[in-house]
């Protein structure tokens, strides 16, 4: 079963604010010359932060912000973000995988940004009842 | 140089407590623009059976980030972070993190492979409730360390 897209808008403000929510002030996320000196395209959005736009897709399709038992990611392609007010935009769309014998919900999950998959193999063991 | 795999099962014990702020919750799912009530109000969280707020799923990274960075700094690793990149990460939950809890976490070196003239190495975190031992969430983060060009 599919599950309905969500799209998520990343900006530069957005990455401030993830930056000191979280503790990662790693360069790469705010300034150009830093990114682009270790051969970035250019600032790249944290990829803890599609993962967690990820999870509010997931939490969002399962109904409950504490259904999520595990959740897992690879990340294959930084998110660039350019220095405007658009910034960029990352789709997540789902599909329902079955039960497993705990009765737990799997949940395949892939976010696309430019038309270009920015994680692989993410998964997703939800509750659907507590 | 490769990394030493003989490394793989190294446990860095627990550091400091962790000490989760309610306004810290609140600012983090803020930031990632999660607005479900259990998040952010007291009372929501009660009602759906929780001392206090409710983190996000991946909130945890917050708590990890300083733990883990013994292990990257280990000087027997001898990593060069300016050549690391975030390869996957991993959560297993026995139940989700709330304001008020104080927790500590003892990292493991679960993994080391080389290939490709790339280094792969995960770390896996154990979080804990200080006062009890008892588990509430595993965390694993695997990095890749780009080979010389």
């Known amino acids: 079963m599919e599950l309905t897209p969500q799209r998520f808008r990343v900006t530069r403000a957005d990455l401030v604010r993830y930056a000191g929510a979280s503790g990662d ?3 790469i996320h705010w300034s150009d010359r830093f990114a682009t000196g270790v051969g970035l395209p250019g600032v790249i959005a944290h990829g803890m932060l599609t993962m967690a736009l990820a999870g509010r897709a997931v939490t969002q ?11 897992s990611v690879r990340f294959t392609r930084p998110v660039v973000v350019p220095d405007d007010d658009e910034g960029t935009e990352i789709e ?15 949940i395949d999950v892939t976010a696309v940004c430019g038309g270009e998959k920015v994680l692989s193999q993410a998964r997703a063991l939800v509750r659907t009842s507590r | 140089m490769p990394m030493d795999p003989s490394l793989v099962g190294r446990s860095y014990p627990p550091g400091g407590t962790y000490l989760v702020g309610r306004e810290k919750i609140r600012e983090f799912a803020a930031a990632i623009g999660a607005s479900d009530a259990v998040h952010h109000d007291p009372d929501a ?3 759906a059976g929780y001392p206090d707020v409710v983190a996000p799923p991946t909130f945890p990274v917050a ?3 300083s733990s883990s960075e013994r292990v990257i700094s280990d000087p027997d690793l001898a990593i060069d972070y300016s050549r ?14 709330v304001a008020g809890d104080e927790l500590v976490c003892t990292d493991t070196i679960e993994e080391i492979m080389s290939r490709g003239g790339h280094d792969f190495l995960t770390v896996r975190t154990e979080v804990a ?10 965390v694993w983060m695997k990095l890749v360390v780009r080979g010389e060009d």
């Open chain 1, 25 to 27: 002030f790693n360069p």
């Open chain 1, 61 to 71: 399709w399962a109904g409950s912000a504490d259904a999520v038992v595990e959740y």
């Open chain 1, 92 to 106: 997540v769309t789902g599909v329902v995988k079955g039960t497993t014998e705990d009765g737990l919900t799997r």
């Open chain 2, 45 to 47: 969280a009660r009602k």
């Open chain 2, 63 to 65: 708590v990890t980030m």
């Open chain 2, 84 to 97: 690391v990149v975030h390869g996957d990460q991993r959560f297993r939950y026995v139940r989700p993190v």
């Open chain 2, 129 to 138: 409730a200080a006062a009890t031992g008892e588990p509430v969430v595993t």
